[in-house]
């Protein structure tokens, strides 16, 4: 495997605070297709941010981010919110979002070259 | 037929050929599908009699047992799974019930979906988002229908305001829209009383939209706060703001429960001695049509699981026994009460081999 030099640096955190909200979309995935789904997946790990949040840790929407939240680490797709949120992360209500702890939760989100773990993987995994 | 996709438990629903009609998007997918689950011991599958031999075994040697869920079975079920509890000492927990507990100690002022309907002329989203969690909730009955005193519906009528923390889709028909900042809930609280009491609220929140909101809260008629159950305000703020509000106007509030039947389970433990086990110290967890590893770390769990389920979940996956159900309203019968306390027959919709959770909770309540 290549490594690549961002890799040596250290990704430039942003804090913030995630709020969680239900979709509706993601419920009928949840219900249709199961929690363990690539459809029910794609629609829960993801976190909305702020514009100035992507830019500040120099990612653009869709890329991946790391979310760690007392010793809990959670990889999901960063999306650009429409809105202004300065500081506020959204992520739908789903094991990706609970798993950081009791809502809201104070958390640094960084850019991340790791893959979204599925539910087992992430279960696992999540402590470190 | 009756839908039980959510707690507004929608009786208009009918189903031709495999096609489901009047639902939601909520309801057509709670309907239409049933993933596939097999009974399992140890996670390995098993024929139905081994999983409940399974689980009695479990319940049978546990000291501490904990009960968690009950909010989507129906209320048979509920009934019977109370008693169960009552014979091996076993805590309950459900989640979300503050504001149900509140309305049953006749501590804030409810009313019913019809009368919302007929009746209020301003309605308040607290931290919830109907458009995703209840979708038929402003059609049928809060913001655009019309109603006995609310001829014109939505148009002239009715004045609907979203307080959140955030922009949700529910705000985006709304005429005025608050955000709250995380944490900061009881600070809006806070200033939304003095703005009732024509006083200049020492807040961050911008002042004149705070006064603005407290003079549209004042002039209702019938003004009804719908409230997120997993909403991050504490229960002593918001009974303070409606005794409040009800000083100065007439205002109701509602529960957006997130199970079909929260509101029953709510109901039957009100006032009931629990032995209060704690989740981590429990030595027994039994899942009842909820997902308790969805929203708690599998490590945090130090006892046995059984889970009695019509879906594959997280915690059916990681359960040691593992039972699948009818799920209530659609492949068995029962009764539910709906998010404002009204009572619902659930006509079956459709066959399946599958027994009900009610079936399954007798057979180990009598051989217990």
Redesign the interface.
């Known amino acids: 495997m290549r490594l690549q030099f961002e890799e040596f640096l250290a990704a430039p955190e942003c804090k913030i605070m995630i709020v969680t909200y239900p979709d509706i979309f993601q419920i009928e995935a949840k219900l249709k297709y199961g929690k363990f789904s690539r459809e029910y997946q794609d629609l829960s790990a993801i976190i909305m941010l702020d514009s100035g949040d992507l830019k500040k840790i120099g990612i653009k929407d869709g890329d991946t981010v790391a979310i760690k939240s007392e010793g809990v680490n959670v990889v999901v797709t960063a999306k650009e919110s429409e809105e202004e949120h300065p500081g506020i992360g959204y992520m739908p209500e789903s094991v990706w979002s609970n798993i950081l702890g009791v809502y809201p939760v104070s958390a640094t989100v960084s850019r991340s070259q790791q893959e979204i773990p599925a539910i087992d993987e992430l279960l696992s995994r999540s402590v470190s | 037929m009756v839908c039980t996709g959510c707690a507004l438990l929608c009786e208009d629903v009918e189903k031709y050929d495999g096609e489901v009609r009047d639902a939601c998007?909520?309801g057509t997918?709670?309907i239409?599908?049933r993933?596939q689950i097999n009974p399992m011991v140890d996670r390995k599958v098993v024929d139905m009699d081994s999983a409940i031999k399974g689980a009695l075994d479990i319940l049978s040697h546990a000291k501490r047992p904990v009960f968690v869920g009950f909010g989507n079975s129906i209320t048979e079920t509920q009934q019977t799974g109370i008693r169960l509890a009552e014979k091996i000492d076993a805590s309950i927990k459900t989640f979300h019930t503050g504001i149900i507990e509140n309305i049953l100690n006749n501590r804030v002022k409810t009313c019913t979906l019809s009368d919302v309907r007929d009746y209020a002329d301003v309605i308040v989203f607290w931290e919830c988002?109907p458009?995703?969690?209840h979708?038929r909730l402003l059609s049928k009955y809060a913001y655009y229908p019309r109603g006995e005193k609310r001829q014109h519906g939505w148009e002239e009528d009715r004045i609907a305001i979203t307080i959140d923390?955030?922009?949700?889709h529910t705000a985006s028909i709304c005429r005025e829209v608050h955000k709250i900042h995380?944490?900061l809930d009881a600070d809006f609280i806070d200033a939304l009383i003095d703005g009732l009491h024509n006083k200049v609220p020492k807040t961050t929140y911008d002042k004149k939209q705070i006064l603005k909101l407290a003079g549209t809260l004042k002039k209702a008629e019938f003004g009804v706060i719908f409230a997120g159950t997993?909403m991050?305000t504490p229960q002593d703020a918001i009974i303070r703001l409606m005794d409040e509000l009800n000083e100065v106007s007439n205002f109701h509030i509602l529960p957006m429960t997130p199970g079909y039947n929260l509101r029953s389970i709510a109901a039957q433990l009100h006032g009931r001695a629990d032995s209060g086990i704690d989740m981590h110290e429990a030595d027994c967890v039994l899942c009842l049509g909820f997902?308790l590893?969805?929203?708690?770390?599998?490590?945090e769990i130090n006892g046995k699981m059984i889970v009695i389920d019509p879906?594959?979940?997280?915690s059916s996956?990681?359960a040691d026994v593992v039972i699948p159900c009818a799920a209530g309203g659609v492949d068995c019968a029962g009764s539910a009460v709906r998010m404002d306390g009204v009572e619902v027959d659930l006509p079956r919709i459709m066959e399946s081999e599958r027994i009900s959770d009610a079936s399954i909770m007798n057979q180990l309540l009598e051989a217990m």
């Open positions: 998007r909520i997918a709670h239409r599908n993933q988002d458009m995703n969690t979708p923390l955030r922009y949700s995380p944490g997993g991050t997902d590893l969805n929203s708690l770390p599998v490590h879906n594959d979940t997280i996956r990681y």
